[in-house]
């Protein structure tokens, strides 16, 4: 059995000897179905019970099972990335604001310092 799935990234994917337009293509169809493919993979060696029984083969590789597989995992990676770049922004000015407020004067971090300190 030969090796179908191309695991590791290539400038030449279809290793014609040139990296033209063509290969863009092919990056992109390689790094969609990547997360499919490798869930593929892990059924075949470590699950092979499971992958008799799903009738799982190298060849399933980029095929449609990974590709909807590999949906939800970039729907999940996508939420979870701007998730996170949401609270890293959030941190990031929370932080910026404290590293701030010793330099401020007593009437910029509270407008109405004056008229309640006169009490």
């Given at each position: 059995?030969?090796?179908?799935?191309?695991?590791?990234?290539?400038?030449?994917?279809?290793?014609?000897?040139?990296?033209?337009?063509?290969?863009?293509?092919?990056?992109?169809k390689w790094?969609?179905?990547?997360?499919?493919?490798?869930?593929?993979?892990?059924?075949?060696?470590y699950?092979?019970?499971?992958?008799?029984?799903?009738?799982?083969?190298?060849?399933k590789y980029?095929?449609?099972?990974?590709?909807?597989?590999?949906?939800?995992?970039?729907?999940?990676?996508?939420?979870?990335?701007?998730?996170?770049?949401?609270?890293?922004?959030?941190?990031?000015?929370?932080?910026?604001?404290?590293?701030?407020?010793?330099?401020?004067?007593?009437?910029?971090?509270?407008?109405d310092?004056?008229?309640?300190?006169?009490?």
């Amino acid at each position: 059995m030969g090796i179908v799935r191309q695991w590791e990234f290539a400038a030449d994917m279809n290793q014609n000897g040139l990296v033209t337009v063509t290969d863009v293509w092919l990056w992109i169809k390689w790094g969609y179905f990547w997360p499919g493919d490798g869930l593929i993979w892990l059924a075949i060696n470590y699950t092979p019970g499971l992958a008799k029984f799903l009738e799982l083969s190298p060849g399933k590789y980029s095929g449609p099972l990974s590709l909807f597989l590999s949906f939800p995992m970039w729907v999940v990676f996508l939420v979870l990335f701007f998730l996170t770049w949401n609270l890293v922004n959030s941190l990031g000015a929370r932080a910026a604001e404290a590293l701030k407020r010793p330099f401020q004067k007593r009437e910029e971090i509270d407008p109405d310092y004056r008229r309640t300190s006169r009490k």
